[in-house]
């Protein structure tokens, strides 16, 4: 038996034999100075138009077999095809240089992979793969390369590739391949998140480790360890047959909830939202079900580079959430810096007890224009989504006041640039502090929902730092007062007709469901994996 170490980026087990791919590449040639420029630039219009009806294909095929989020993938692909500084390279490469168009797409393909693979943030880096998935296709309909048949790989295989596109994973999952085990690659590449999504066991950066004399062997691979063996002895068989039967049972249980409304044996009707630390996770949000995203935590934003994100960066990426969640609701929380999350750029003064000093709400106070350039980018991309905007760690009345006459200065300026934005994004506040939860009588008058930060909430009521490990063993979310600070505010914000929800861990457990519930709670917002879950045990549940 032999042991190999990849990175999972898709849980689950896979057990079946090995089957090398080899991947066809087309080739490029250059053309020195092509004399009929026109004609050049049909070719490559016509090839990206035959891409567009590539990836059209590929939407409908995913849409048929494995349902519409799975298949949103192949629309961001169209967009980014049509993405305008793509377009103006290779056409201006066409144009100005005579270059031939496969070559110019390559040129560009080439430049915008290594642009991306300079940015910071992991999920900007990860779309470098993308880029060269899109130009590739592109290619293979200049030079008219063959397509490659994948759809013959016997069902039940483990495929080995040296990279994979998220066409690709589609056509494997209809192939019905148990697992796929890939040379290079990243954990947010849209392949790598379309394999989440369609539940095919994956691990990818395996390297050199998988050589081509295990070709045909049995192998079984852990997409959550990222650990691969090939020709395991009969105990690991075991081990993993038990573990693939107790996870196929509960999964088979959950799926029964999908695209059911979530509404209690006694009628009332509960919101179940996805958290979302980052982009990367938009399939997997999509895939699980959720109502919407009742938090998206913006701080990947700030975080993991030498400088604050500019107005138009923050745009593109809500603008890009908007569109894909497709009328869903998108509550995002403002910049939420301080404590245990800051960069050096921010040049925050080093503080004894962090979790109680600069962070949250007062950051953003303290910096008006900052928090101005998140808002603006906010309102602008309202246009093409259902926002909401949800602003962190409030104490006092003065604070939220503070906050509308910012928004109305937003509001203001976007409107003397002639700018669209929605005039009546609903605004609210995360609770989380036991001043908010006693003065929610007087907050609920303010804005138009609540959400309890249960995390926060927990750690200050208790007046136990999470982050200590002193006394981590003391850290109870199911603290009883937290139960009472939770009918206290529900009891307010129900008053004034406005909606709570809940967020961090608490919501997440299964256990207590229907007792937050039977307390008024409105909305859970969850992490994607827990969506079904919850919902089985709101559905389930005699609270009316």
Same mark, same amino acid.
Do not use: W
């Given at each position: ?173 209809? &192939? ?59 105990? #690991? ?8 039967? &107790? ?62 994100? &500019? ?8 603008? %890009? ?107 609210? #506040? ?61 009891? %307010? ?17 299964? &256990? ?24 089985? %045990? ?7």
């Amino acid at each position: 038996m032999i042991v190999i170490n990849g990175l999972g980026v898709s849980e689950g087990i896979a057990i079946g034999n090995l089957s090398f791919r080899s991947v066809i590449r087309s080739n490029i040639s250059r053309r020195y100075m092509v004399e009929d420029v026109d004609a050049e630039i049909s070719r490559y219009l016509s090839a990206k138009k035959a891409a567009h009806a590539k990836l059209d294909e590929m939407y409908a095929s995913t849409l048929k077999h494995c349902g519409e989020r799975e298949a949103e993938i192949f629309r961001v692909h169209k967009m980014m095809i049509e993405d305008d500084d793509y377009q103006e390279d290779i056409l201006n490469l066409i144009k100005a240089e005579h270059q031939n168009a496969e070559h110019a797409v390559d040129i560009t393909s080439s430049k915008f992979f290594e642009m991306f693979l300079q940015i910071d943030d992991e999920y900007m880096r990860s779309r470098a793969e993308d880029v060269r998935a899109i130009s590739r296709m592109i290619i293979d309909f200049l030079v008219g390369t063959g397509e490659e048949d994948i759809r013959n790989i016997k069902p039940g295989s483990i495929v080995f590739s040296e990279d994979i596109s998220p066409g690709e994973i589609s056509i494997f999952k209809q &192939s019905g391949v148990a697992g796929l085990l890939v040379s290079s690659g990243s954990k947010n590449s849209h392949a790598s998140i379309l394999a989440r999504v369609m539940g095919i066991p994956t691990i990818v950066d395996v390297g050199g480790g998988i050589k081509k004399e295990f070709d045909g062997k049995n192998v079984i691979l852990d997409g959550s360890s990222g650990e691969i063996y090939i020709e395991p002895d009969e105990g #690991i068989h075991r081990n993993f047959a038990k573990k693939i039967e &107790s996870m196929s049972i509960q999964n088979i249980e959950f799926e029964k909830y999908k695209g059911k409304e979530s509404i209690t044996k006694g009628g009332k009707k509960i919101d179940i939202y996805a958290n979302m630390n980052n982009p990367s996770e938009l399939s997997e949000i999509l895939a699980s079900d959720a109502e919407g995203i009742g938090l998206f935590r913006t701080e990947f934003l700030y975080l993991g580079r030498d400088s604050y994100p &500019s107005e138009e960066e923050q745009f593109q990426i809500y603008k %890009n959430l908007g569109m894909n969640m497709n009328g869903k609701k998108v509550i995002v929380r403002t910049l939420d810096i301080g404590s245990d999350k800051q960069e050096k750029y921010m040049k925050f003064p080093k503080e004894e007890n962090p979790a109680l000093g600069y962070r949250g709400i007062r950051v953003c106070l303290n910096n008006p224009e900052i928090f101005k350039t998140q808002l603006r980018a906010i309102y602008r991309a309202s246009e093409y989504g259902n926002f909401s905007i949800m602003f962190p760690m409030i104490i006092s009345y003065d604070e939220i006041r503070e906050i509308k006459n910012l928004v109305a200065q937003v509001k203001r300026e976007l409107r003397e640039k002639c700018m669209k934005f929605k005039e009546d994004i609903p605004l609210g #506040i995360m609770i989380e502090t036991p001043a908010a939860a006693v003065l929610s009588d007087i907050f609920a008058k303010e804005v138009q929902f609540f959400s309890i930060g249960t995390n926060d909430l927990t750690q200050y009521a208790l007046a136990l730092d999470r982050q200590n490990s002193m006394v981590g063993n003391k850290f109870d979310i199911n603290n009883e007062a937290i139960f009472r600070f939770i009918e206290i505010i529900v009891k %307010n914000a129900h008053k004034e007709n406005i909606s709570v929800g809940i967020c961090g861990e608490l919501a997440n457990d299964k &256990s207590i469901t229907e007792r937050l519930i039977s307390l008024g709670i409105d909305e859970f917002s969850v992490s994607p994996k827990s969506v079904l879950a919850i919902r089985k %045990n709101v559905i389930l549940s005699n609270t009316k």
